[in-house]
């Protein structure tokens, strides 16, 4: 699966990539993220914590910088399993692009080739890249907020309307799981 997001923080170009490429301080912006282990400059260890519809799942990601061209580009490559709640593997190749935008804002350009292996991968697309978008905005609005004098919403219209629906989902989704697994008396 594909992921596809662009957004522009209100730093510059050498401020941003000073950020993104610190494991650390990326971390603290990510939703899911419970710990980060640097290993060396180029290999890190990550624990996730993640619920998607009625299935959660921790994983453990071994992180890889394959290419680091600063302040412009990077590519990471994860893979992981889960160590808790839903059995299941993960591997994504994620590009991030800078560039430098107007009025002395970057511009972030990020594409996230995923597979996911397991009880997640059953959940469908549609319902994992919905998950990755509700995550990557709440991500890029706390990147906004550490590196940006702007204020960013807490949460948008849109935000709150794929709340809703991913809300609404996730019952129907309850719902019918419990129907197929619980076996009439």
């Known amino acids: 699966m594909k992921i596809e997001e662009t957004f522009e923080v209100p730093a510059s170009l050498e401020r941003v990539w000073d950020f993104i490429a610190d ?4 971390a603290s912006c990510l939703p899911s993220v419970e710990s980060v282990e640097v290993l060396d400059d180029t290999h890190y260890k990550v624990v996730v914590k993640q619920k998607v519809g009625f299935i959660s799942a921790t994983f453990q990601i071994q992180t890889e910088v394959l290419e680091k061209q600063a302040p412009f580009r990077m590519v990471l490559s994860n893979k992981g399993k889960t160590i808790a709640g839903a059995n299941g593997t ?3 190749t994620d590009t991030i692009t800078l560039k430098a935008a107007p009025n002395q804002a970057t511009e972030v350009h990020v594409v ?3 597979t996911l292996g397991g009880q997640l991968a059953i959940l469908g697309a549609k319902l994992i890249e919905a998950k990755s978008k509700e995550l990557f905005a709440e991500a890029t609005a706390n990147i906004k907020r550490q590196l940006g004098s702007v204020s960013v919403p807490a949460q948008t219209r849109a935000g709150r309307t794929m709340a809703r629906l991913q809300s609404l989902l996730q019952t129907l ?10 076996k009439p008396e």
């Open 112 to 114: 996230s080739d995923l």
């Open 23 to 26: 494991p650390r301080k990326m």
């Open 173 to 182: 989704k309850s719902l019918v799981f419990r129907r197929w697994m619980v």
């Open 90 to 92: 993960l591997k994504s």
